[in-house]
């Protein structure tokens, strides 16, 4: 079954930077397009990045763009977010996302707070 398991949220000082994993299990990763999603409390899940499966395409949300990197590598199954710069309004739940034809799936979600 896909599994996905994000890591490396926490508490960061506003300007500072975090890098996001997500690895996944359970199919053939290089095969899919991968995205990271967030939610801030109150507001609706938005996507934040998307890049395909051989790495390329890399698409980001206005807000973030400058400032944060997708990228992956398919030899670790292995899904990263680079966030420099981060600001307060970057705080919230990130999510790793694949989707197929007639579903998708989410892993659990890491927190990511931005504070002084």
């Known amino acids: 079954q896909v599994q996905l398991v994000e890591s490396g949220g926490g508490l960061v000082q506003p300007g500072g930077s975090l890098r996001l994993s997500c690895v996944a299990s359970g199919f053939t990763f290089s095969s899919y397009a991968m995205s990271w999603y967030r939610q801030a409390p109150g507001k609706e899940r938005e996507l934040v990045a998307s890049i395909n499966g051989g790495g390329g395409s890399p698409n980001y949300a206005d807000s973030v763009k400058g400032r944060f990197t997708i990228s992956r590598d398919n030899a670790k199954n292995t899904l990263y977010l680079q966030m420099n710069s981060l600001k307060p309004e970057d705080t919230a739940v990130y999510y790793c996302?694949?989707?197929?034809?007639?579903?998708?799936?989410w892993g659990q979600g890491t927190q990511v707070t931005v504070s002084s």
């Open positions: 996302n694949t989707r197929r034809v007639r579903s998708e799936y």
